[in-house]
């Protein structure tokens, strides 16, 4: 993209103690974006989004809004952001609608516009029927999906979204991947946190990987996987037979790159399925012992398992 980007972090670190949540991170979003960060829990996920939204200062680093710096004390600044954060933020003994008039006065929203921004954003999240209801009768989607309306209320220019779619139900997924595409379409720059690869390949233009604080890999999920994911065949072998099955694995015609992890081996490969038969017809003939075995298609899930040795589920 050329557009000047809407937001720019540079090089941000935020430490707890002698925890280091996130480190040395830079990125940019702009207007119609839809940026995944895709890592496994404690990743640095949450502390990214806190900063980024200016509610927690980093310790190093910049950040800039339209290119002007940007801090918590930033003039007009929650006027511009919305935040649906992880953890939710409803009066469960009110309605839907009263819920949101409490956020539309924080955002200066009141009287006839006000209640008629309230109408939309309900309409917006599939909440109309229920909005009269006590929220402490919702299922974990519609309270998700509450969450969300109150992050839109004032139509910000940059939405980050922090796990939205954790413990929802299917139906409830739908209208919020929905909405986020639609919120995309007009202009609207998102930031999208999952630790669901599936999540971050089908409904982000632009995905940046984080592991222990950092981006480690970021770019079009298809490219990530085209460059890095490709397929991968995980293979617990115990010596000496790990040594010689990762010899004759090197050899196979399509096979990238074997890398020995702990007790386990890991085959990067153009074609998973033909170099997994190559790999156990050998097995069997040789006898080398297979203790477990995982094919990863390509996918990103593929590419963190091969930047790391690890499973976006492992952690
Ligand atoms: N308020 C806090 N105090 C101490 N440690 C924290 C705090 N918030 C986060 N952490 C630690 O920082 C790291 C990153 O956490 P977080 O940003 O919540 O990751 P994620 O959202 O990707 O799961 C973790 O190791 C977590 O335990
Ligand atoms: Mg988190």
């Known amino acids: 993209m050329t557009q000047e980007p809407l937001l720019r972090a540079q090089r941000l670190y935020k430490g707890y103690g002698h925890i280091v949540a996130v480190q040395d991170l830079s990125l940019d979003l702009h207007p119609g974006e839809i940026l995944g960060l895709l890592g496994p829990n404690g990743a640095g996920k949450s502390t990214t989004i806190a900063m980024l939204s200016g509610l927690l200062t980093p310790d190093r680093g910049s950040i800039t809004l339209n290119g002007k710096p940007f801090g918590p004390h930033t003039l007009d600044l929650k006027a511009r952001i919305g935040l649906v954060p ?3 933020a409803l009066y ?6 009263e819920n949101l008039r409490f956020w539309a006065r924080i955002y200066g929203l009141s009287g006839r516009g006000g209640e008629r921004r309230i109408a939309e954003v309900l309409d917006l999240v599939g909440l109309t029927p229920y909005a009269d209801r006590l929220v402490r009768t919702y299922s974990g989607g519609m309270k998700r999906r509450l969450n969300l309306a109150a992050g839109i209320l004032h139509q910000p220019a940059v939405l980050f979204l922090d796990e939205p779619t954790v413990g929802v139900d299917p139906q409830s997924r739908h209208a919020i991947f929905e909405l986020v595409r639609a919120l995309a379409e007009s202009g609207t720059a998102v930031l999208y946190t999952t630790h669901y690869m599936e999540e971050a390949q089908t409904l982000c233009h632009r995905v940046a990987i984080m592991d222990h604080g950092r981006i480690i890999a970021e770019g079009a999920p298809e490219a990530l996987i085209r ?5 991968m065949i995980h293979l617990e072998v115990p010596e000496p037979d790990r040594d010689a099955l990762a010899r004759y ?3 196979l015609e399509g096979v990238h790159r074997v890398v020995q992890r702990e007790r386990a081996l890991l085959v990067q490969t153009a074609d998973p399925h033909r170099t997994l038969l190559q790999l156990l017809q050998a097995a069997g003939q040789r006898r080398w012992r297979i203790h ?3 094919l990863f298609e390509p ?7 091969a930047l790391t040795g690890k499973t976006l589920r492992d952690g």
Do not use: H
């Not at 460059?227 to 397929?231: D, H, K």
């Not at 996918?299 to 398992?305: C, G, Q, S």
């Open 249 to 251: 694995a090197r050899a």
């Open 292 to 294: 477990a075995l995982r």
């Open 227 to 231: 460059q890095i994911g490709q397929g």
């Open 86 to 88: 992880q953890d939710l």
């Open 92 to 97: 469960p003994d009110l309605t839907a609608r």
């Open 299 to 305: 996918n990103l899930e593929a590419v963190f398992l």
